[in-house]
T-cell receptor, first 118, second 111 residues
Framework: GAVVSQHPSWVICKSGTSVKIECRSL??????MFWYRQFPKQSLMLMAT?????????EQGVEKDKFLINHASLTLSTLTVTSAHPEDSSFYIC??????????????FGPGTRLTVL | SQQGEEDPQALSIQEGENATMNCSYK?????LQWYRQNSGRGLVHLIL?????REKHSGRLRVTLDTSKKSSSLLITASRAADTASYFC???????????FGQGTTLQVKP
C-alpha cells in the first residue's frame, strides 16, 4: 500500500513552453501533497505544500505564478511549470501524506519527474 | 531552508562493512526520518524515530536519536552492494507536515 505515482517520469520541452506534472496517491487519500525540486547531487528543496480544495502554500523564493499547483481531489495534485527555461531543468518529486492514523507522520514519495528544458 | 546537516557527505566502504551516517538538526522535532534514494529515483522511507525514543532497529538498520545534541545517526550493518544510494535525514517543520531534508550522504558499497 501507500503508493504514489508521477507522470510523466521524464519530459523534454522547448524553452517557453509549459509542462504539467501529475502526482497521484494510488491507494490512499491525501489531503496534503508536497512538491520538491532536486538539482544534481543536491538534496530535496521543498517548493510548495498542496492542499486539497485550497490554494497551495509556496516556500520563500518560489514563484507561484511560474509553478502552478492544483490539488483538485484527494488523490491528485498537479504542478505546471509555465514558460519553462533551461534553469528550470531539474528532478521534481512529489510526496503525499495520508489523511488518517499514524501514517500521517509519514510521507510517501513519488518516483520523480526529470524535466529537461532545451 | 535546509535545517539538517549530514556527515559524511560521501562514504565508500567494502561489502560486509558497517556504514554510519550522522545528521544534525537545528530546531525541536517531534520525529526524525531517514530516507534512501537510488540514483535518479524517488525516495524510500526507511525508518522514523520519535523524539521520546533513543534507538530504533529495522532489519540491518539502526537509528539513534540524541535530542540534547540535536543529532541522529543511521547505522547500516553488514552492508551490501545494493545499499549503494544517497541517504537523507528529514524532520517535520512544526505541525505543517512539510519535511526539511538534510544534505544527504552518498554511500558507495563496493562488492
Amino acid at each position: 500500500g501507500a503508493v504514489v505515482s508521477q507522470h510523466p517520469s521524464w519530459v523534454i520541452c522547448k524553452s517557453g513552453t509549459s509542462v504539467k506534472i501529475e502526482c497521484r496517491s494510488l491507494d490512499f487519500q491525501a489531503t496534503t501533497m508536497f512538491w520538491y525540486r532536486q538539482f544534481p547531487k543536491q538534496s530535496l528543496m521543498l517548493m510548495a505544500t498542496s492542499n486539497e480544495g485550497s490554494k497551495a502554500t509556496y516556500e520563500q523564493g518560489v514563484e507561484k505564478d511560474k509553478f502552478l499547483i492544483n490539488h483538485a481531489s484527494l488523490t491528485l495534485s498537479t504542478l505546471t511549470v509555465t514558460s519553462a527555461h533551461p534553469e528550470d531543468s531539474s528532478f521534481y518529486i512529489c510526496s503525499a501524506r495520508s489523511t488518517s492514523g499514524r501514517a500521517r507522520e509519514e510521507q510517501f514519495f513519488g518516483p520523480g519527474t526529470r524535466l529537461t528544458v532545451l | 531552508s535546509q535545517q539538517g546537516e549530514e556527515d559524511p557527505q560521501a562514504l565508500s566502504i567494502q561489502e560486509g562493512e558497517n556504514a554510519t551516517m550522522n545528521c544534525s538538526y537545528k530546531t525541536s522535532i517531534n520525529n526524525l526520518q531517514w530516507y534512501r534514494q537510488n540514483s535518479g529515483r524517488g525516495l524510500v522511507h526507511l525508518i522514523l524515530i520519535r523524539s521520546n525514543e533513543r534507538e530504533k532497529h529495522s532489519g540491518r538498520l539502526r537509528v539513534t536519536l540524541d535530542t540534547s545534541k540535536k543529532s541522529s545517526s543511521l547505522l547500516i550493518t553488514a552492508s551490501r552492494a545494493a545499499d549503494t544510494a544517497s541517504y537523507f535525514c528529514a524532520s517535520p517543520a512544526s505541525n505543517t507536515g512539510k519535511l526539511i531534508f538534510g544534505q544527504g550522504t552518498t554511500l558507495q558499497v563496493k562488492p
